[in-house]
């Protein structure tokens, strides 16, 4: 079973630089791609990026581009989100997620018309908070 585990999030303050980790298990092989999702209370969920199976695939919302990295570490079976000069704006729960497909694209980032994505496993999430 294909399981995905964040960690990384906290408080920070605003102008302030967090990395998140999440951490994946049960694929039955090692050609996967992963993104990253963020829901803040009240609001709908927000596709941030998405990386290939090949590392340097990757993707990203246009609103999110210029503040947010997505890299991954195979050999850990890892994705990464470095996120830079994080605004109270960027408030919320940050998973990783998969569509189980080796590679992404730019168009799994945006919703279908009702809202949706197409990525079917998500993990449970770590809370980012940026307050002063």
């Known amino acids: 079973q294909v399981q995905l585990v964040e960690s990384g999030g906290g408080l920070v303050q605003p102008g302030g630089s967090l990395r998140l980790s999440c951490a994946a298990s049960?694929?039955?092989?090692?050609?996967?791609?992963l993104g990253w999702f963020r829901q803040a209370p009240g609001k709908e969920r927000e596709a941030i990026a998405c990386?290939?199976?090949?590392?340097?695939?990757?993707y990203y919302s246009d609103s999110m581009k210029g503040r947010f990295t997505i890299s991954r570490d195979k050999a850990k079976d890892a994705v990464y989100l470095q996120m830079n000069s994080l605004r109270p704006e960027d408030t919320a729960v940050y998973h990783c997620?998969?569509?189980?497909?080796?590679?992404?694209?730019?168009?799994?980032?945006?919703?279908?018309?009702?809202?949706?994505?197409?990525?079917?496993?998500y993990g449970p999430g770590t809370q980012v908070t940026v307050s002063s």
């Open positions: 990386i290939s199976f090949t590392e340097d695939s990757t």
């Open positions: 049960g694929f039955t092989s090692d050609y996967y791609a």
């Open positions: 997620a998969t569509t189980l497909r080796p590679y992404c694209s730019g168009s799994e980032l945006r919703p279908s018309s009702s809202g949706g994505f197409e990525y079917n496993v």
